[in-house]
């Protein structure tokens, strides 16, 4: 762990008067309390992005880097599964296209470039800071589990991986994290591990007001964060 990398970054982005971290910053803050993420870099052109997918390795993801654009995939800024340059190329034209018809005077500040994560159990990490409780730590399952079922459970920040087990054995949706119509079981111990980093980290920087680490993606062995979003709280 290296929390002292987490501290720079919030504070960094309270100097600028800014209360929405970037994904980049994000997950770098995600990494540095040991919770995996994929890699990841900007590019800020195509030849740049064509580089960074050549190094990261194929397949890889594009996706919008803008501050006014939040969710990203609402707005066709999003392309997954690209496997040559001339992928990266196309998605790179679309995306701008896209952004710049759907959201007319968004700042673009280029693309994120990503290792693309083969296919996982969708599960949810989230933070919350509550005006009155302090910090909380939520664990769902991801997609319609969450949207409409609202199948997901809360603790108060810090907890230690026994909290964790609870928490993820509690939720209705516990049977398929166990298997499920010829799907291997996915890590219990590796979500634990997240869980109880993630707390740690709303615990240890409370000027967060929330954190989405959405969606995780949960396999045999190990996890891995494919998005993240930390916002800051305001000082009334
Ligand atoms: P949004 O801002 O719309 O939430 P996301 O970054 O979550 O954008 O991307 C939308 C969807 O694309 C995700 O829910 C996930 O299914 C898929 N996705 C995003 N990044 C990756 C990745 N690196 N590897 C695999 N799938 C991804
Ligand atoms: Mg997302």
């Known amino acids: 762990m290296n929390t002292k990398i987490a501290r720079e970054i919030i504070e960094n982005a309270i100097r600028e ?43 890889v993801v594009l996706k919008i880097f803008s501050p006014d654009v939040l969710h990203k995939s609402d707005v066709g800024g999003v392309k997954i599964n690209l496997k040559s340059e001339s ?32 296919f996982g159990l969708e599960v949810i990490i989230g933070g919350l800071y509550d005006q009155f409780f302090g910090p909380t730590i939520m664990f769902g399952l991801g997609g319609v589990w969450v949207e409409v079922l609202k ?50 980290l709303m615990y240890d920087n409370q000027e967060i007001k929330e954190m989405d680490l959405n969606p995780v993606l949960a396999y045999p062995d190990s996890v891995k964060v494919v998005d993240a979003r930390i916002i800051l709280r305001t000082k009334e």
């Open 87 to 118: 992928d990266v190329e196309k998605a790179y034209n679309e995306i701008m296209d896209n952004v710049k018809k759907n959201v007319p005077n968004a700042r673009i500040e280029g693309v994120v470039v990503q290792e693309f994560a083969p």
């Open 151 to 200: 199948d997901v459970t809360f603790r108060l920040a810090p907890i230690d991986e026994n909290e964790a087990e609870d928490m993820i054995k509690e939720i209705k949706g516990y049977a398929l994290l166990k298997g499920y119509r010829g799907q291997p079981p996915v890590s219990i111990d590796a979500i634990k591990r997240a869980l109880a980093n993630a707390s740690k």
């Open 17 to 59: 008067g800014r209360v929405y971290l970037n994904e980049i910053e994000s997950k770098k803050i995600a990494a540095a309390y040991d919770i995996p993420v994929v890699k990841i870099d900007v590019a800020k052109s195509m030849d740049e992005a064509k580089n960074l997918a050549n190094k990261i390795g194929y397949p």
